[in-house]
């Protein structure tokens, strides 16, 4: 098993602030499969069949009042029968506040190393994490691996890199000498991060470590201890990860419940009973809005928050037509738009968009972009691998009640086949077409395969529709296609001063969903889609308080 | 008169930087009133009883419903008759939207050009500045100058210099390429901070300009347009600054707007409207903690508040009694204790504080610190210009009130006798005795010269009880004598785990109230004296936003 050693700990964070600073690409952990040896995938697999109907035994916590478990396959339809251990508020709090005292005395070099060990030793589950992933998630097993693999350990690093960076912003210790006219006054100071207590972070069932693990390496780089509570329903890839961070805090001693995993079922939720506990100080959150609010406006927490939000594309003129609605159409079929930056609103001029010289009709653009979505879907090699499956039956659900919308069906939704997976949840994207004036429609976030084509008068329309959306319920991407810099410029200008980061013009092999680590900040933390952004400073700097003690020598 | 060039404003910025980030001594500003020429003091005093009884014309803000001053003199006794000019609210909000849309869209490089131009020019005015905050506040004239003057100014520089500092921290433009085996992909990013739009400047009556200056020039380099809404009864000093940014924003053709003076009436105040208009994005308040905790829980804003704590002076063991008692004596006389940073609750154990090998029981440091406060008091020199005048007839009211108090009164107040005022309102401190266990009397701040002295059982319980203050009722500063090392990290350990900064056996010409700029943090955030901290990276990255775009090239 490998372990950070003092020198390469050192090394690996360096290079993470560097490539903060320049955010220019920049992975730790290759994105590719194969570049984590040819035994890898096979081994990895293993080991998930064999986890199968067992008890999750990883953990280094003691005395579980229960062992609960619900986790169900959206591949196979099947219960995991993996059962995790449960734990009363109390015993997690208290062990909590424990570590807590623990941890905050540790030097900030010597959380950075346990983290960087963490980090080493995940790696190592890459595999099995993907299958974990794979099958709570429903996600296609590429992006299982490379979402909860790589990718999240690249957002964990980053968050540390940044943490470890503000903690060594102002020196320790100084002397402090105020010249009085012939004497001077002389101070010995100290100045010192105070982590804030204990942190909870509160996952998701769709990204269950993408989403969890950068609020929670935040908060462990700044002293604070986690309690860190999954989705009932997407449990194991996280478990692993907190069992490897337990795992490398017990390697340098130290009490291994400065991180716990605190499970509950359907049945029983605790997270309010966690987020409402006076000691607990910081809380990270990603779901829907309506618990997120409620999290947000919790007296005397700072919190961290990603919400939902409604994402929108401007058409308004292109080079050429077909790689745009190839790039939206895979966009929106990632996943089965499952992705909290997938695309859902498109506003179409009703007098059609400009290529080159020419001008495409508004039913011709619409046309296009129909005929790609259903293209992916109907394709048999590249329908399941892009769809995957999905998570939540009750988006199957919304995906069929939005038909009873005031909106014309443009794609009608259906099953996929998938050939590995014959009982796969599946659905793929609706498209609706309704009218710039029914708002109604679409002013709200319908989470999963839907996509709505909204006519409006012009671009300018366009615009103050979608810069509406994203003021009023929050936007985590937004995409825009034209070939007229004026338009481009007062399109960045409308969406930014909402906080709406622009990506303009994408075709090929990049996609508006895509946030790279060391690059992108994920959510900008400055609209209703949630008030905390992957990996600002603010994200570090409001988990610990800068205390200066003075002392005459 | 001085102006700011390309040359220098970078220099400035650049040192203070470096000052900031060392934390050793540092000032742009001289705080010797001699360090101005000989010439300064006189030609401020004329220009400053040249404005007394007319209009203050040095605004640039036009067309005024109405003209109000309501300002009194706590040495004179006398009105200033200045008036100052009154707008709408919603004609305020309207020209801080319109001055904030061309303000935002200015080179980082230029708003800190012109912030440290208005700087040079608020220099050249520290002694009207004085003369303004002496005849508002009561603080002495010498304090008034450093306060108000050069400390302020300070004060202002590092928050620009640290708001300056996170917006370039990262690169505006790069381009980013992800390898993808013999391809790649290649985006043009673009990384913009941007601002969170009109800010909201609550000001005290006891600290017109310092208290003010650092959120204002905060929000100012960060790019979001200023409202400035002083108290009613302490309007001049701050009117002074707020014209000289409106002339450096004139200077280069900036709308003046960018910042703007909001006066009112005891009659009709407008705090409110102001705080919970839907544009204000970003609220800075120092004054009182009811309406301080109102300002923090208003929705969707971003709040930076300090309100009141109990602060603390732990006796435990000396080296010397004397220096010890003459410095605590000479930190509560102060401007009569109305400093937010100016102990309160003195905590000294029945069995007496060590002095070398010896005991002092503690009836005799009982009697020593009342003795050197009432010296101070007596003193025909020292006392009026240490006590300077109460700024609020309330406060007067407040110290005879509390020896209604269960306590026993040690000290009695008084008034003191001012020769180059004889209507001066003065009081001196009083000193009351109590039993730790009568909570009820010392558990809350008694604003002005009020001091208690309390029995403990022992060090252990005065550790206990000002920890719990500062935890539920904040702490600003926090004092402690011991010669014993444990004791004294003890002490350091619990305080600052309720984010209360430690200032250890201060004797000499140093005080606990006193907080330097570029080195200490003033407030820490982390307890309920306030929510913000002058100044860590988080007092300004959370008046923007990052917002990062992408483009296919």
């Known amino acids: ?34 570049a984590y040896g040819e035994d890898a995938p096979k081994a990895g697999l293993d080991i998930f069949n064999n986890q199968l109907g067992k ?48 941890w905050k005395n ?18 190592n589950r890459f595999f099995e994490i993907a299958y974990a992933t794979h099958h709570t998630t429903g996600q296609s097993f590429v992006m299982s691996f490379q979402a909860s693999g790589p990718h999240a350990s690249d957002r964990a690093l980053e968050a540390l ?13 100084i002397t402090w000498e105020k010249p009085m006219g012939k004497a001077s006054v002389v101070l010995q100071k100290q100045f010192k991060p105070v982590p804030k207590g204990i942190s909870l972070a509160i996952g998701c069932s769709t990204f269950p470590t993408w ?45 291994a419940n400065v991180v716990q995993l605190a499970v509950d079922g359907s049945d029983k939720l605790i997270t309010k009973e966690l987020a409402e506990h006076p000691l607990v100080k910081l809380i990270d959150y990603t779901g829907g809005s309506v618990f997120g609010s409620y999290i947000e406006a919790l007296p005397g927490k700072t919190t961290f928050t990603e ?16 790689p745009v609605v190839q790039n939206l159409s895979f966009a929106v079929s990632l996943y089965s738009g499952q992705m909290c930056t997938a695309p859902q609103n498109f506003f179409i001029p009703a007098g059609g968009i400009k290529q080159g010289d020419t001008v495409i009709p508004y039913e011709e653009v619409k046309k296009a972009l129909v005929d790609a979505i259903g293209g992916i879907a109907n394709h048999p090699q ?18 069929n009640s939005v038909k009873d919308l005031d909106a014309t069906v443009l794609l009608e939704p259906k099953s996929i086949a998938n050939s590995e997976f014959p009982e796969a949840r599946t659905c793929s994207p609706i ?53 007229d810099e004026t338009i481009a410029n007062i399109i960045t200008e409308e969406l930014e001063s909402v906080f709406a980061p622009v990506s303009l013009n994408l075709t090929g092999m990049i996609w508006v969903n895509q946030h790279a680590g060391f690059s992108d900040f994920h959510v900008t933390g400055g609209n209703p889609a949630g008030n905390a952004s992957f990996t600002n400073p603010e994200y570090v700097n409001k988990r610990f308080v800068w205390v200066g003690h003075r002392r005459v020598s």
């Open 1 to 34: 098993m490998s372990t950070a050693t003092a020198a390469n700990y050192k090394e690996i964070i360096d290079n993470a602030i560097k490539a903060i600073h320049a955010r220019t690409f920049y992975a730790q952990y290759p994105e590719s499969p194969k």
């Open 55 to 102: 008890p999750f035994n990883g953990l280094l916590q003691q005395n579980p009042t229960a062992w609960v478990g619900e986790e169900v396959s959206p591949y196979t339809g099947k219960k995991l029968g993996i059962t995790y251990p449960v734990f009363d508020t109390e015993t997690l709090i208290v062990r909590a506040g424990r570590a807590f005292t623990a």
């Open 106 to 123: 540790l030097s900030v070099e010597l959380r950075a190393e346990i983290l960087v060990d963490a980090l080493e030793r995940i790696k």
């Open 161 to 173: 890199a940044m943490g470890y960076e503000e903690l060594n912003r102002f020196p320790q210790n």
């Open 211 to 255: 989403n969890t693990v950068p609020g929670l390496f935040a908060s462990l780089i700044t002293g604070n201890s986690v309690i860190v509570k999954p989705h009932p329903k997407s449990i194991y890839a996280i478990a692993i990860v907190v069992a490897e961070i337990q795992n490398a805090l017990q390697a340098k001693g130290v009490d």
């Open 307 to 322: 919400k939902a939000g409604v994402n929108s594309v401007i058409l308004d003129s292109v080079t050429d037509l077909k």
């Open 382 to 399: 590249m329908g399941p691998g892009t769809l995957g499956a999905i998570q939540n039956p009750l988006t199957v659900k919304r995906v």
């Open 431 to 483: 498209v609706l077409e309704v009218d710039a004036k029914d708002r109604g429609v679409y002013e709200e976030e319908l989470f999963g395969p839907i996509v709505l084509i909204i006519k409006t008068k012009d671009t300018t329309q366009s615009i103050e529709l979608a810069k509406h959306m994203a003021e009023k319920h929050g936007a985590i991407t937004f995409s825009a296609y034209t070939t």
